[in-house]
């Protein structure tokens, strides 16, 4: 995956076609602190720039779900006789957000195969996603990646 960072993603022609999707975030983020003060309204930078590198609000309360459930007591990870039951609802609440956010994660996946179907994905601008599939789709390819292996990595980034 390093090795693919670095060649792919962080090549210099990868970074250079990515300047129009840069600032076009650039962009965005500029209209939403200047609506929000034309509004008279605090603006949070930090949040702001939070909202741009992850404005993907669901992810967000998924992945806040999972980390409420990781800092729960669990009695079955002290109490040796019940590590078969699910006393509290715990594993059975991390199923269903490994769930959800599988879906999420196929949905994401999905649209990302569907616009390579459409516009070929030549020499326009790639995102990590697009260079991901590539890897996994080429065949001869030094690594094979799949599915679950593309989406741990952008969970994990």
Known sequence: MKKICMSELLGGQTLDQLL????????????????????????????????MTNNAEE????????????????????????????????????????ERLDRMMEMILREHEQVRGEKGMGDEAKDLLHILLDVAEAENSEMKLSRENIKAFILVK
Do not use: M
């Open 20 to 51: 129009p999707v840069r600032i076009e975030e650039i962009k965005w983020l500029l209209r939403s602190i200047l609506n929000k003060s034309e509004a008279g309204e605090a603006v949070g930078v930090r949040a702001e720039l939070i909202r």
């Open 59 to 98: 992810v967000k309360a998924v992945v806040e779900e999972a980390l409420e459930i990781a800092g729960t007591f669990n009695l079955s990870d002290y109490i040796g006789f019940c590590r078969n039951f699910d006393l509290q609802g715990l594993r059975k609440r991390f199923k269903d957000i490994h």
